[in-house]
């Protein structure tokens, strides 16, 4: 099991979901990935994104500037 | 969403597939501006994937996309967008993508006379050709008045399941989604991608015009999204933030740009995209200070910082709105 970091900073929605899935699509089963990003949107996206291809959601954080989406990767 | 719905109806596996251009104008593009962060926010493409109990997948097109934008074969419409390119452009991805992960057909919500270039009855058939598609694409919503494809020719897809739908009213789509039962959907009136925009395509002329040529980063057109934009010189142009949001953005890119930040009083952050000179410095810290808090004081003081991080601090009179010429503004 391993854990990555997506750096999504300073792109606009959907680019966080899509450096997301590119980032998973490498990755097995079990295998975490914490995205950051600054569009707000992506709390929502990435979410939705993993429940359309049923990876879970284990920590969302939000603060002033950033969000952080933390994944685990489940089998497609 | 409503094509999809038809091809679940008659039993047929779909997955989604979403281009992202780089172009591509989502309700929540805005949110990084604060006033826009208690508004709803969703992905309409995710949020129709998750409705319908579909697959999506976003494909990432930014680079082959340029060429569609920058040399139309057919064409723009009423600003730099390149429709019937674009459409063809599409499904030949959706094309490729169906090939590499066994698909046997694709489907799209157009409908027969709907939009003035893509979806004409001359032009549906060039999107069928160009793309290489040929009778692999279904339109199940006006199906009926086009020749049969290979999906109702192999019986995959019943014929009678499909539509006739006609024209640019959209009161029969509005029909069958209620019959389905979808009471919530996307505005159905295009409005999807910046290119079909006056004020952007507008910058985006600008843009190349600056430049000399016509191309184009993903940042530049990420950037033409965000901030008033001003060129007072033809060398040079200011990208101002239009409140905490915006300057939080912006601040992301300060390595690659000369930026401007009034320290005497609340106000934006700016980028200069170009090579000013000295005197040049002086008119995009006056003109900065024209958006901010001092924009009444008699001085301010400005922190202008390069790409290398050397900051030099200008005491200022802020531009007044009358010095400001409309042709400035993008």
Redesign the interface.
Known sequence: MTHHVVDARYLLCPLPVIRTQQAVAKLAPGDTVEVCATDPGALHDIPTWCRIHGHEVLATRQDETEVRITVRINRA | MLAARVMLDHGIHVEGI?F?TGF?V?G??Q??RREA?AKP???N???V??QLG???????VIEEYKDVVINPKHGYGANLNPCLDCKGFMVRKAREWMEANRFDFIVTGEVLGQRPMSQRRDTMPVVARESGAFDRLLRPLCAKLLPPTLPEREGWVTREGLFDFNGRSRKPQMALAEHFGLTDYAQPAGGCCFLTNAQYSHKLTDLWQARGERRYELEDI?LL?VGRHLRPRPHFKLIVARDDGEN??LL??RDRYTQVFVTSHPGPLALIDGEPNAEDLHLAARLTARFGQGREAERVAVDITDRTGRTQTLDVAPLPADQVPAAWYL
């Open positions: 979403n992202y591509c989502e929540h593009t949110a990084i962060r926010k969703r992905n493409a995710l949020w994937a998750e579909i697959k999506l997948h976003i494909v990432d990420l999204k939080n953005f992301g890119f």
